[in-house]
């Protein structure tokens, strides 16, 4: 999982969601499991990855975009659990568009009336994934 490195309490952020598997920022109060890792890199969290999982603050896109560019394993797609749209010198325009046409990689998005605090208490949650494949369906060789 990539992590915007942050200097918490003397301790950087990556080494306190590793060490001790909570991200006490901006999900405190919710253990995460052992084998989430934390870096801060996020060519080394996204490095053979198959699916990209996107969720960071819309602003952030281009520039993770651009790291990501020609670096993201052949066949890999993308979901977008961001919401918003981005208002650029061509009109708004959909966060997931932005993705698609910067690492040109398929991207479907997840979007629900979903607080992050429900999801990790377990709440009752709703959750609808759109996208623009008819057949989800992947072979992968070996």
């Known amino acids: 999982m990539w992590v915007f ?12 969601i590793n060490q001790d598997h909570e ?5 405190p109060g919710h253990k995460l499991t052992p084998n989430v890792v934390a870096v801060p890199d996020p060519v080394e969290a996204a490095a053979d990855a198959d699916i990209i999982i996107f969720v960071i603050p819309h602003q952030f896109i281009p520039k993770i975009c651009d ?11 993308g979901i977008s659990l961001i919401k918003g749209v981005d208002e650029g010198p061509e009109g708004l325009k959909l966060i997931s568009d932005i993705i698609r046409e910067k690492l040109k990689i398929e991207v479907s998005v997840l979007m629900g009336a979903n607080i992050a605090n429900e999801v990790a208490d377990e709440k009752f949650c709703e959750t609808t994934i759109g996208c623009k494949m008819q057949n989800m369906e992947r072979q992968h060789k070996n």
């Open 23 to 27: 991200n006490v920022k901006y999900l």
């Open 5 to 16: 490195e942050e200097i918490i309490n003397g301790r950087k952020l990556t080494d306190i």
């Open 67 to 77: 790291q990501l560019l020609g670096k993201v394993k052949a066949g890999a797609i």
